[in-house]
């Protein structure tokens, strides 16, 4: 079972570019791993000038853990386009799909639609809890395109990492080290309920654009 405070523990004692690149690797991909574990206190031991992370800038933290969450990322792409993809249209051409009111045509439009608009989705995903790990399946399965799929994912991770830097970079001011993660945990409670929150601002503004916006019809000039 995975103990989070003795993991917090290790990595104020052990951190290097390398594990923060490492963790967030894990942390971006399949694998659920909180990347409040790793940004906030490297980025402590940085700001603090404290034991192995002395060596560290922080702004060299950012950017490490930034590469890692792209790079898990990419795995996760990867996988939904080489296996959940074929998956998903199998699906789609079998009786059960077509019973589920689901056809080849109607995964296709999907896709494009995805395509359209996945990049702001993706943007916004990677500062969301529980779905930062998830926005790039349905990214992979659309097979968004590849170079805004890493603009955007990479600018959503960077803004996130740059959250949790600052914490880590704020908290260096008046915590000490065995008070460091209490307070990362804390701090980490408001983080999610503001994802929440953002997540539920998103909700909305999609369901105004779908219900409620006037969209300007298209005007045909009938024959003469």
């Given at each position: 079972m995975f103990d989070a405070s003795q993991f917090f523990q290790w990595f104020i004692e052990n951190a290097n570019y390398l594990f923060v690149f490492?963790?967030?690797v894990i942390e971006s991909s399949f694998i659920p791993f909180p990347s409040e574990m790793v940004v906030p206190p490297a980025a402590y031991l940085a700001a603090a000038n404290y034991g192995v992370g002395a060596e560290m800038n922080i702004c060299m933290v950012v950017v490490m853990a930034t590469l890692g969450a792209l790079v898990g990322a990419f795995i996760n792409y990867f996988l939904a386009l080489w296996i959940g993809r074929p998956i998903v249209y199998r699906f789609a051409n079998?009786?059960?799909g077509h019973a589920c009111l689901i056809d080849q045509a109607k995964v296709e439009k999907a896709e494009r639609y995805f395509d359209e608009h996945g990049a702001i989705s993706t943007f916004?995903?990677?500062?969301?809890?529980?779905?930062?790990?998830?926005?790039?399946?349905?990214?992979g399965i659309s097979r968004m395109n590849i170079g805004s799929f890493a603009i955007f994912t990479a600018l959503g991770a960077l803004v996130w990492n740059s959250v949790l830097g600052f914490l880590g970079w704020w908290l260096a001011k008046s915590v000490s080290p065995d008070m460091l993660f209490q307070k990362v945990e804390?701090?980490?409670?408001?983080?999610?309920?503001?994802?929440?929150?953002?997540?539920?601002?998103?909700l909305l503004y999609i369901l105004w654009n779908a219900f409620f916006k006037k969209h300007p019809q298209t005007q045909t000039n009938s024959p003469k």
């Amino acid at each position: 079972m995975f103990d989070a405070s003795q993991f917090f523990q290790w990595f104020i004692e052990n951190a290097n570019y390398l594990f923060v690149f490492l963790f967030m690797v894990i942390e971006s991909s399949f694998i659920p791993f909180p990347s409040e574990m790793v940004v906030p206190p490297a980025a402590y031991l940085a700001a603090a000038n404290y034991g192995v992370g002395a060596e560290m800038n922080i702004c060299m933290v950012v950017v490490m853990a930034t590469l890692g969450a792209l790079v898990g990322a990419f795995i996760n792409y990867f996988l939904a386009l080489w296996i959940g993809r074929p998956i998903v249209y199998r699906f789609a051409n079998s009786r059960l799909g077509h019973a589920c009111l689901i056809d080849q045509a109607k995964v296709e439009k999907a896709e494009r639609y995805f395509d359209e608009h996945g990049a702001i989705s993706t943007f916004v995903g990677r500062l969301i809890p529980a779905i930062r790990q998830l926005i790039s399946i349905p990214a992979g399965i659309s097979r968004m395109n590849i170079g805004s799929f890493a603009i955007f994912t990479a600018l959503g991770a960077l803004v996130w990492n740059s959250v949790l830097g600052f914490l880590g970079w704020w908290l260096a001011k008046s915590v000490s080290p065995d008070m460091l993660f209490q307070k990362v945990e804390e701090y980490n409670r408001y983080l999610t309920w503001a994802g929440y929150g953002l997540a539920v601002l998103c909700l909305l503004y999609i369901l105004w654009n779908a219900f409620f916006k006037k969209h300007p019809q298209t005007q045909t000039n009938s024959p003469k």
